[in-house]
């Protein structure tokens, strides 16, 4: 009869870190399209689309960090979670996280328009980032604390694209690249805190640790499924040799 996660002893805390750390096999940095992109073997069109779409995710982040603080009693904790969300709004006339993002709209060949319209935003991202953000909000503010650990692995990436999109990628300004290289330092500052958070609040038993890991699964499947929503949206592909369908969407002017 296997032991049950209930009556096994939780994890050491340096255990339980590298628990967390091994989930990273399943990061977006994975995903067949984030390879190619770092390969530069994306067009131009799929490169915008990319961009069209994280953009729903990227104005989501504040909204779910609202969420955060909305169910946390904390003061200590919302002291510092709270810069997330000028990080991504800006403050006074600094550029936050979502102006920079529409700058890297610009450096791909997009207008202010086609990036903050939502228009060319799939279904499929909508639904993934969406579940993300109903997830802030209706769980325990230390599960969403948890779900931001996705951000352990988010400087390889970064790293990643400011250093092979300029290669790669030589028609995109840099000034598209802003973004990236602030979430360099902001991604590491966020993660110390988040983590802080999950290894003192999920290691009072196993199950609690084992539920730790199940919710970082749950956000790497919304980064993830925004990444197949993408690839979907913007690759030719074809079964059996017959073209995949995109849904065709009327817009009524
Ligand atoms: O730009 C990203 C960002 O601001 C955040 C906040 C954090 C969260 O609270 O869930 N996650 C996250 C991520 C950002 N960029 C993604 C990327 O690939 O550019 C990675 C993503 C993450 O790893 O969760």
Redo the contacts with the bound molecule.
């Keep these: 009869m296997s032991e049950t996660n209930n009556n096994l002893q939780p994890w050491s805390r340096e255990e339980f870190e590298e628990k967390l750390r091994e989930k990273g096999r399943g ?3 994975y995903h067949p399209f ?1 390879v190619m992109m770092y390969e530069g073997k994306l067009t131009k069109e799929q490169l915008q689309c990319w961009v069209a779409n ?1 953009f729903y ?2 104005i989501a ?1 504040p909204m ?2 609202s969420a955060i603080l909305s169910n946390c009693p904390d003061v200590e904790v919302r002291k510092q979670w709270i810069v ?1 969300i000028t ?2 709004d800006g403050v006074d006339d600094a550029v936050g ?1 979502i102006e920079a993002w529409i700058q890297l709209g610009n450096a791909v060949g997009l207008t202010r328009e086609q990036v903050t319209s939502l228009e060319m935003v799939s279904p499929g991202v909508r639904f993934a980032v969406d579940a ?1 953000i109903n997830f802030a909000k209706q769980r325990p503010w230390q599960e969403s604390v948890c ?2 650990l ?2 352990l ?2 400087p390889h ?2 790293q990643q694209r400011i250093s092979s999109w300029p290669q790669m990628y030589p028609w995109i300004d840099e000034t598209g690249l802003v ?2 290289k602030k ?1 360099l330092t ?2 590491r500052r ?1 993660v110390e805190q ?1 983590l802080g958070v999950t290894l003192d609040y999920f290691s009072t038993s196993r199950a609690m640790q084992m539920k730790a890991l199940d919710i970082l699964q749950f ?1 790497l499947n919304v ?1 993830w499924v925004i990444a197949d929503s993408i690839m979907l949206a913007s690759t030719t592909m074809t079964t059996e040799g017959v073209p995949y369908t995109r849904q065709p969407v009327i817009r009524i002017a």
């Design positions: 990061y977006h940095i984030h994280r995710y990227q982040i779910k960090d997330r990080d991504h996280g993300y779900s931001s996705t951000e692995f988010a990436i970064h973004y990236f979430r902001e991604a966020d988040g956000k980064l």
